[in-house]
C-alpha cells in the first residue's frame, strides 16, 4: 500500500484559515468515511483531532474541521494560532482492512 | 483516563527480534478496542505497524507482515510487538495506541526509542 499524499509544508499567519489535503486512492479514501488527522508537536505524541473524516474528539477546538471529496481529504484550521504550529498526519481505514498514513505535512504559523 | 505505556529494550542487535509490550490502564483490554503500533523513524512519518482485537485477531502492514507479531495478555492487561530480523531501517520512536472502531488511533502512549545496531 502507498503512503497517502499530503503536502510537505503549508503556512498562515495567526488568524488567518489554512487547509491541508491528503490524496489517496479508491482503495482507501475514496472507500470510506474512515479518514482522521492527527497534530504533533516535536518530541511529542500524536494527538487524534479530526476522526471518520469530520467528527471532533472531546476537547478539540471546533476550529479544526474535516471533509472529503472522492479520493481526497482536507484539514481546515481556522483562527490560526501559535500553538497549531506542528506536523499534521493524515490516516485512511483501507479495503484491506489495515491502515495507511499521509507522509506529514509542516504548519508554520508565521 | 486510558493511559498506554511502552516497555523494551533501547537497543537491539541488527537481525535480532525487537520486542515491545504496551501496558494498558484505566481500560480493560477484555472489554473491547483494538491495540495497535505505530512507528516514527527519526525525523519521518508515522508508520502503521499492525492492529491486534481482544479476542486476538491481527491486522499487519502488508510491508513488514512477514516479520511482525502482535500480541496480547489479557490477564497482564497488556499487549505486545515482535518485529524479526531488523536492520538500522528499523530504527524509529515505537508508539502504542487504542483504537476506536479499528480505525482511529485516540489514545497514545509516549513512545520509545528503538536504536538497531552493533
Known amino acids: 500500500q502507498s503512503a497517502l499524499t499530503q503536502p510537505a509544508s503549508v503556512s498562515g499567519s495567526p488568524g488567518q484559515s489554512i487547509t491541508i489535503s491528503c490524496t489517496g486512492t479508491?482503495?482507501?479514501?475514496?472507500?470510506?468515511?474512515?479518514v482522521s488527522w492527527y497534530q504533533q508537536h516535536p518530541g511529542k505524541a500524536p494527538k487524534l483531532m479530526i476522526y471518520?473524516?469530520?467528527d471532533r474528539p472531546s476537547g478539540v477546538s471546533n476550529r479544526f474541521s474535516g471533509s472529503k471529496s472522492g479520493n481526497t481529504a482536507s484539514l481546515t484550521i481556522s483562527g490560526l494560532q501559535a500553538d497549531d504550529e506542528a506536523d499534521y498526519y493524515c490516516n485512511s481505514y483501507t479495503t484491506s482492512s489495515t491502515l495507511v498514513f499521509g507522509g506529514g505535512t509542516k504548519l508554520t504559523v508565521l | 483516563q486510558v493511559q498506554l505505556q511502552e516497555s523494551g529494550p533501547g537497543l537491539v542487535t541488527p537481525s535480532e527480534t525487537l520486542s515491545l509490550t504496551c501496558a494498558v490502564s484505566?481500560?480493560?483490554?477484555?472489554?473491547?478496542?483494538?491495540w495497535g503500533w505505530i512507528r516514527q523513524p527519526p525525523g519521518k512519518g508515522l508508520e502503521w505497524i499492525g492492529n491486534i482485537y481482544h479476542g486476538g485477531r491481527t491486522y499487519y502492514n502488508p510491508s513488514l507482515k512477514s516479520r511482525v507479531t502482535i500480541s496480547v495478555d489479557t490477564s497482564k492487561n497488556q499487549f505486545s510487538l515482535q518485529l524479526s530480523s531488523v536492520t538500522a531501517a528499523d530504527t524509529a520512536v515505537y508508539y502504542c495506541a487504542r483504537l476506536g472502531g479499528n480505525r482511529y488511533c485516540d489514545y497514545w502512549g509516549q513512545g520509545t526509542l528503538v536504536t538497531v545496531s552493533s
Open positions: 484505566g481500560y480493560s483490554i477484555s472489554n473491547g478496542y483494538y
Open positions: 471518520d473524516v469530520s
Open positions: 479508491s482503495s482507501d479514501i475514496g472507500s470510506y468515511h474512515y
